[in-house]
């Protein structure tokens, strides 16, 4: 089996075909990449089937890491049965439905305490520091305990 590697010049646009004897026909737009795009979507095509390295903005890379960290805490709210952090946090004052009461305090203060721990992170690397992984500044938040 072989496989055919895809991209529209200038995009990070990109599709694999795989075929066994007849090589498929090019989608119109696209060109025949020399290698598989890398992991990292930071990368464009260009016109000889190479691929180029495009740096994000530090703006861009602050808005991906808001986005995980966001992502991070509504996955515990929805572990709890919430749609979201926001709708839990609204139980932390109806203290008429106690067990829902309980999660949206705890669920409160830790969403704060991941984001200052997160606003801490991303300060120490925009002020000279190493550039933290996505992934570092996950493992670097508190973790959540349901009460």
């Avoid at 095509?45 to 530090?58: C, E, F, I």
């Avoid at 932390?92 to 801490?120: F, I, M, Q, T």
Wanted: proline letters at 7%; one cysteine or more.
């Amino acid at each position: 089996m072989k496989t055919l590697h895809l991209s529209k010049v200038g995009t990070s646009e990109y599709t694999v075909k795989t075929y066994l004897s007849k090589k498929p026909d090019t989608p119109e737009g696209f060109i025949e990449m020399g290698s598989p795009k890398p992991p990292d979507s930071e990368y464009v095509s260009q016109s000889d089937g190479t691929w180029l390295s495009v740096p994000k903005s530090a703006g861009e890379k602050v808005a991906a890491y808001r986005e995980e960290v966001s992502a991070h805490i509504d996955s515990a709210a929805r572990a709890l049965g919430f749609d979201s952090v926001v709708t839990a946090v609204t139980y932390a004052d109806e203290p008429s439905d106690p067990l829902n009461h309980g999660y949206g305090v705890a669920l409160r203060a830790w969403r704060s305490a991941c984001w200052l721990k997160c606003r801490e992170d991303l300060t120490a690397w925009q002020d000279g520091g190493d550039e933290p992984t996505i992934e570092q500044v996950i493992a670097g938040l508190p973790k959540f305990s349901a009460p």
